[in-house]
């Protein structure tokens, strides 16, 4: 499948998403705002957000857990305080600032793309944000961060979702997702294998299938059609009564398991390998992506559309994309950067070579998370994907 074509498919989805949501859209707020100057109450310059921000005195955020880094010489510099709730996963995300309680959140591209389809966030204003001529282009302008040639926040960074096992327990050459796929290696590992909760990890397997599968022709593992749909159900089915632990958004469960033995190997973030490597005593365990590639995420800093508090939102999402912060929270996290001013001062002076932040190479196997629709982006050949929706309900009959 062509870029082109990826790029129509996603886009004449997204209109169709908008088209199922109307509703939803009016009810959350969203409205028909096209601009980001529309936002109620928010300075027209630099020096006007400032002035408002101090009036506002605070911000709402809903966050990936570790995402807000240097939070009190943010307050210092902005009279802004910083209020954070994590979310667990992408329909947390959306849940949450669908309540109207925040004025911001960092979406991954399965929580953005709803999002930006609804109106519940709006398109931002860059030349208000003075760090956003730092972020790297390749990073402005995606499908997931952008609509209709509208920028809708600020990447925040990126990062794999890991194949991560014990060293005492997996060998230390692993370097294949067939230890999680493979009935030989489920027998294995029975009751010790630890699997991300949501209905995106349908797309983890359907990397694996494209890589060991070529017949089913997947291209995009977030574009699947019925047969290839069936296939990662399949799957996924096949692997459940092995699974000892599905983590949830709550990574303290994962690290705890992986902690005492009762997981040895599974699929991870970057953050639960830092914590784990880092503990004292550190936990030794591997993290690697395989040789299939992986699923990953590009994250987004968005504007609630009818945020309370739009002027400490924008110093907000300029604070985290400057490099004192990026540094901060691609070494808290575990990611990479998209203002590698950064690089220069991240303690770990080799942060970005080992996290690839430049090596766009690195990153062609990499599948950021997006959200399915039904067009699969194959113009007028009639075949139709499956939706997140019945991403959502095959991953209930997954779970049982």
Known sequence: MTERKKRLGLRAGMLMVVAALAIVAAGCGGGDESSASQIEGLGTTLEEIQANAKEEGE???????????????????????VNTKDGGSSDDMISLIQTGEYDGVSASGNASVRLMATGDVAPVNSELIPNYADVQEGIKNQSYNSLDGESYGVPHGRGPNYLMFRNDMVPADTNSWNVIWEDDQLEKYKGKISIYDDSIFIADAAVYLKATQPDLGIDNPYQLNEEQFNAAVALLKKQAPYVGEYWPGDVAKQIASYTNGDSTVGTTWPYQYVQLTAAKPPVAVTAIKPTEGTT?????????????NPNCMYLWMDHMISPEAQA??????????????ACDLTKNQNHCDEYHADDEDWWKDVYYWTTPVEDCGDDDDGTTCKTQEDWKTAWTEIRG
């Open 296 to 308: 990953g995420w590009s994250d987004t800093w968005m504007i609630y559309s009818k945020a309370a």
């Open 328 to 341: 901060a929270v691609a070494e808290g996290f575990g990611e990479a950067p998209v203002n590698l001013k």
């Open 59 to 81: 911000v709402n955020v809903v966050q990936w857990a570790g995402y807000a880094q240097l939070v009190d010489e943010f307050t210092a510099a902005t009279g802004c305080k």
